[in-house]
């Protein structure tokens, strides 16, 4: 008997340890208690809180009147005291996918549990509601989780009386006019304060409140729109000196945040300013943080090296200045982190920078882990000495210069590299067929180095990859036999632009993956094999430019979340399966050059995010379906050159107000050209320099679920973001309408001349009769105007004499007459571009109208004349893309024709999906790049 109440004590005693120890385990332990019963008062009270709520998924089930659910201490998320029963912890936190949350009301019976110290209703929907005020009266709160709970209103002051509470969360839930945080400034023991993604705009006083927290260790205001820190703030105070954690990214802050944080000089570990507004070098007095181990400057305008004082911070083991104006070379900046910091260093991330200079071996650096020095421009080779860093993880110098070859002595050591990146370089792996590399990599990005011309054995032996990028690698063999068997953990694979070849059906594509890029290969056989990926995350799908044929499968059902679909250049035949209609996440659909036939199924009506539809050079026919202006309305391109549709244009194209390139030149459309073309907002309107059709926000939108990789993904979509951005935002400027080639009958309706921006216009060889729209000359931006082939009579309106960037102009084959209007423009084309109307005159027809008949020696174009033209071609397409952009800076031509016509891997990005841009963009971009280039050259020369 004494035996067993002394064993009891000790079992108590030892899970009174366990709890104390760590209080997650009071649950567990409260389960092996029977003899703790809850407090009757207490477990009403509960009742009563669960009636407000609704729960959809029944995850309070256990929460009852039953008689063996009586014990509430045994209910799911209720944790009470071993000694008194009385409830201490409740944790109704839903998971964060908030997939099954409880939804409804927050019941003022909880008020009940007096002796509560930690609530977290976290990831539950409170539908807006307001946090109630009575929370402020739980005198023993400690903890309180209310993160995305979907609250509402503002917060409630009186959560300030909460004196012992700790730690606080109350991240991203919909508060509005949060207009300071006094409140704050009263919870006197608070060690954790979290308000992530809050509107705090007008919370000027966020600093002062945080001064008068003598205990805060860790501060978390990331994402609130926080105004940048007052500079008197630094003063007044006596700090705390407990302060270790700053999060404050992506918000307002400017370089003012430094002197404040130096005041936490002794305590600070961790600080990250990703994403603010600091400016200018970074102060060499951070250096005087003793403790700092993390710091994070991420994504702001820092310029010049870092401070001498770095390599004294003898704890710093985290150094981020990626996507900074950070310039310099690259040795001086190792050379100054060679002070203690060298030991203690393992992430050093330079990427983003202007940063020069060849790469240095790192190897008096003894515990680097990570290095990230892409996206700089660093020259030479890869030194030898990088083989020796056996701790190497992390290994990227992406798109820089270097030159150079990478072999197994460059790699022979490091057994834990799971990260390459040597992308956009002119570096070549030369690697022994039987070499076994030491490491399993699961990122490896080497997309232009040289690899090829065999295809890499040493992929065999990597059986963990989840992103591989081999894309313009001048591979040129046969898929191995091995390779078709994909890991199943990859996810993102681009083997585009090399000449593979192998039949694609033979493939077995993992379920989970997200990318998948074949693009401008030798690949044939069927698409077959991607229904294997039924993992239904797959984003990007481009199988363009190969040797595929047969029907398409009908599983698209399970690619739900495609938002890029590429099978351009194939020989794709039948009809588009109905399955399609499940693609309803669609942006750009690109079937050109194949065999389709059939009418466009009406499935397609659900792809109701297409912005870019291009069928062109097919066999498809029926009419062009007049649910396109309705079901697609954020519609930007529409093409569907070359095909069978006959019948009528649809008035309800009408409806597409974002459409700027129409291409419509089909064969056999009939009927008149809509006056509703004037609908056509977006040919109306400048141009939006920065909605390119490859837009950001398809490079956002991949969802990789790998854990460790998703930051790495994330950041080299932001690499490739820019690059895209960088050109796709000029095709934003390009409006385009091409009816050429039809049986259109009637009169051009004047509602065209409205659609001022228009720069490319054809509607040649149809059966189209009178005037050209006298209003011609407002489409002030046309570099194209072929009106060539059809039965236009009298006069060429004289308003067509000021379209200054007009560079190509075709009214051949009409019936137009009289004198073709003067001024400089006009008379700047050849005569084959007036042909054809029999009764048209003066220059630069060679027949004068009646009554001109002197001779004019300074018409005839001579070497000398046709120079100019080009020149003026040149400066013409600067002036038009300056006044098309419409806003006050200028890109001079390298900065558009330079990367366009050399940087081939940029040049891929620019065309991936607008292969047949070209016909447009050759014609109006490059093709000027081009002119101008050979006129430069010829000047020179
Ligand atoms: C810094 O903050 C950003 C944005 O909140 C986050 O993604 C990143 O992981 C943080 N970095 C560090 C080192 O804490
Ligand atoms: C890169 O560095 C080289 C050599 O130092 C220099 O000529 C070139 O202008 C730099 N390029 C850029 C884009 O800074
Ligand atoms: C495309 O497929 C069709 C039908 O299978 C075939 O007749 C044709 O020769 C193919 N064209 C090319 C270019 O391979
Ligand atoms: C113009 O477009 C709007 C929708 O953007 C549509 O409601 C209207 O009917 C269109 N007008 C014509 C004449 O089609
Ligand atoms: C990108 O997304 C943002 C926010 O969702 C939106 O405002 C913007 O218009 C989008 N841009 C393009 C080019 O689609």
């Known amino acids: 008997m004494i035996m067993d109440r002394i064993s009891l004590r000790l079992l108590h005693a030892f899970l009174m340890l366990l709890l104390h120890l760590n209080p997650a385990l009071g649950f567990i332990s409260g389960v092996g208690d029977a003899n703790v019963r809850c407090i009757e008062r207490e477990r009403q009270a509960l009742l009563e809180f669960k009636k407000g709520l609704v729960d959809d998924y029944d995850k309070l089930s256990s929460w009852g009147n039953q008689d063996q659910k009586k014990n509430c201490c045994k209910w799911k998320g209720v944790h009470c005291s071993k000694h008194t029963g009385h409830v201490l912890e409740l944790d109704l936190r839903g998971d964060s996918e908030k997939t099954q949350p409880l939804r409804g009301k927050f019941s003022s019976s909880l008020l009940e549990l007096h002796h509560l110290s930690s609530l977290d209703l976290s990831y539950n929907d409170f539908n807006m509601s307001q946090i109630p005020k009575f929370l402020g009266s739980f005198n023993n709160l400690n903890h309180l989780y209310l993160l995305e709970a979907e609250f509402g209103g503002t917060i409630p002051y009186e959560l300030g009386n909460l004196s012992h509470l700790e730690s606080i969360d109350l991240s991203a839930n919909n508060f509005n006019n949060v207009a300071n945080l006094q409140w704050l400034s009263h919870l006197s023991s608070l060690k954790e304060l979290v308000l992530n993604s809050i509107n705090l705009s007008e919370a000027y006083d966020w600093a002062d409140v ?89 994504k702001n305008q820092l310029e010049g090296s870092i401070p001498k004082s770095f390599g004294n911070i003898c704890t710093l083991s985290l150094l981020s200045l990626s996507n900074n104006k950070l310039s310099g070379q690259l040795v001086g900046f190792i050379n100054i982190l060679s002070g203690c910091a060298k030991d203690s260093l393992e992430i050093l991330d330079l990427s983003l920078n202007q940063i020069t200079g060849s790469l240095p071996d790192f190897s008096t650096f003894s515990s680097l882990k990570q290095i990230y020095v892409g996206t700089n421009n660093i020259t030479g080779t890869v030194p030898e000495g990088i083989g020796k860093f056996h701790q190497l993880e992390v290994f990227d110098v992406s798109n820089n210069s270097m030159h150079g070859v990478v072999t197994e002595v460059h790699l022979s050591n490091l057994s834990n590299l799971w990260f390459l990146d040597l992308s956009l370089n002119s570096l070549a792996l030369q690697l022994n067929k039987d070499w076994v590399p030491p490491f399993q990599l699961r990122v490896i990005y080497l997309s232009s180095c040289k690899l090829g011309p065999r295809f890499p054995s040493w992929l065999q032996t990597q059986w963990n990859i989840s992103i591989l990028d081999i894309s313009d690698t001048g591979i040129s063999d046969k898929i191995p036999k091995w390779f078709f068997d994909l890991p199943s953990t990859l996810q993102y694979l681009d083997m585009s632009d090399n000449r593979l070849e192998g039949l694609l059906h033979l493939f077995v594509f993992p379920p989970k993956m997200t990318v998948l890029s074949i693009a401008k290969n030798r690949f044939s056989g069927t698409a077959s094999s991607v229904c294997k990926i039924r993992g239904g995350i797959l984003n990007f799908l481009d199988l363009s430019d190969n040797l595929l044929s047969g029907h398409l499968p009908n599983c698209f059902m399970h690619l739900r979340k495609l938002l890029i679909l590429n099978l351009a250049g194939n020989n794709f035949t039948g009809k588009i399966p109905s399955s399609f209609g499940s693609l309803s996440q669609l942006h750009t659909l690109n079937l050109r050059n194949n065999n389709f ?317 607008l292969d047949d841009m070209k016909d447009w963009l050759y014609a109006t971009k490059l093709a000027m790049c081009m002119k101008r280039l050979r006129w430069k050259f010829k000047k020179q020369g």
């Open 210 to 298: 945080v001064n008068r927290l003598p205990y805060l260790t860790s501060l978390s205001l990331s994402s609130c729109d926080l105004p940048p820190i007052a500079p008197s703030t630094h003063t007044h105070f006596n700090y705390s000196k407990s302060l270790t954690t700053v999060a404050l990214s992506d918000n307002h802050q400017n370089s003012s945040i430094f002197g404040w944080l130096l005041n936490f000089n002794t305590s600070l570990v961790e600080i990250n300013l990703t994403s603010n507004q600091l400016k200018g070098s970074i102060p060499d007095a951070l250096g005087k943080m003793n403790s700092l181990e993390s710091l994070n400057f991420d």
């Open 597 to 913: 036939s059939g009418e466009l199924p009406l499935p397609l009506k659900n792809c109701s995010l297409l912005k870019f539809v291009d069928l062109g050079n097919n066999k498809f026919s029926g009419s062009v379906p007049a649910w396109i202006g309705e079901c697609l309305p954020l519609l930007n391109i529409l093409i569907l050159r070359s095909n069978k549709f006959g019948e009528s244009i649809p008035l309800n194209l009408c409806w597409l107000k974002y459409l700027r390139i129409l291409d419509l030149s089909v064969k056999n459309i009939s009927g008149t050209i809509p006056q509703c073309f004037n609908n056509f907002t977006a040919m109306a309107q400048k141009g939006d320099l920065f909605s390119g059709i490859i837009g950001s926000n398809y490079t956002d939108s991949y969802v990789f679920d790998y854990d460790d990789t998703q930051e790495f993904v994330n950041d080299a979509t932001v690499i490739m973001k820019g690059r895209e951005l960088e050109y796709g935002k000029y095709l934003g400027l390009l409006k385009i309408i091409n009816l050429a080639s039809n049986k259109l009958t009637g009169k051009v309706p004047s509602e065209i001349s409205s659609l001022l921006e228009l720069v490319v216009l054809n509607i040649s060889r149809n059966k189209l009769i009178g005037e050209i729209p006298q209003m011609i000359g407002q489409l002030k931006q046309l570099q194209s105007l072929d009106m060539s082939r059809n039965q236009f009579s009298n006069e060429i309106p004289s308003s067509m004499s000021e379209l200054h960037f007009l560079s190509d102009l075709d009214l051949s084959y009409n019936n137009l007459s009289g004198k073709i209007p003067s001024g400089t423009q006009l008379q700047s084309f050849d005569a084959v571009d007036f042909t054809g109307n029999w009764a048209l005159c003066g220059p630069p027809l060679p027949n004068k109208c009646p009554g001109e008949e002197t001779p004019n020696q300074s018409d005839q174009p001579t070497d000398h004349d046709g120079n100019e033209d080009n020149e003026k071609d040149g400066d013409e397409f600067e002036k038009w893309f300056f006044a098309a952009a419409g806003f006050g800076f200028f890109i001079g031509f390298w900065g558009i024709c330079g990367p366009l016509l050399f940087k081939s891997s940029w040049r891929g990005a620019y065309f991936l999906f």
